[in-house]
């Protein structure tokens, strides 16, 4: 699929503002409006969409340890918001997105002779933190879990194919059942991808997006 690049169909920045479309909705469904189930299902369509494009990321980056840094550092930031907001464990996206980097770095590196077992501990570690040490540490979760994290691993050892995300999704939906299976309706919307990121870069304003909009939608509910 990104090897067909392409004027017509949607641009990566394109499906970047969806992404943090659905992603708003998601967040003033679950936050402000909980009554409303369609803003939930309309925000399954946000996390595939993000998932796809760090695996780009992660194959046009010039420094993957920056690229890492930088998700993990933010990720950080939105911790202490979510601490100090909601006094939770929660790890948020970021920190699963940044967990994902971190094994295609990792995992990228194991090709070479005596890194496998790099890449083996790297696995069974991530998969310890979100899935046993929530059976241990009520309140902790990793938001989307052991296939969120696993899904930009898929689309980026599978070529950033539509094939490999359309099977990383389908074992997402698979692991989390109920609403979530509204998010295979992003499999049509990236076979609209065109391979191009768009004439502007807009990097950080997709970064910064995600703390400050949440810090607006939790404001407005403490005022509400």
Known sequence: MPAVRTRFG??????KLLAMLTMTIDHIGAVLLPQYRLLRIIGRLAMPIYAYMIAEGCHYTHDRK???LRLFVLALLCQVVYALVDRSLYQCILVTFSLSVALI???EKARTPGSVSAAVVL????????EKLPLFLPGFHVDYGIWGVLLPVIVYFGGRDLVA??????LLCLSLGGLQWWAMLTVPLMAL?????GKHKLGWV????YPLHLVVIY?????L
């Open 10 to 15: 949607l641009t990566g920045n394109q499906l």
């Open 66 to 68: 920056a690229y890492f």
């Open 105 to 107: 770095c990792v995992v």
């Open 123 to 130: 696995l069974a570690g991530i998969y310890f933190v979100c």
């Open 165 to 170: 995300f359309s099977l990383g999704t389908l």
């Open 193 to 197: 991808y065109n391979g191009q990121r």
């Open 206 to 209: 997709f970064y910064l997006y």
């Open 219 to 223: 404001a407005v509910s403490y005022i």
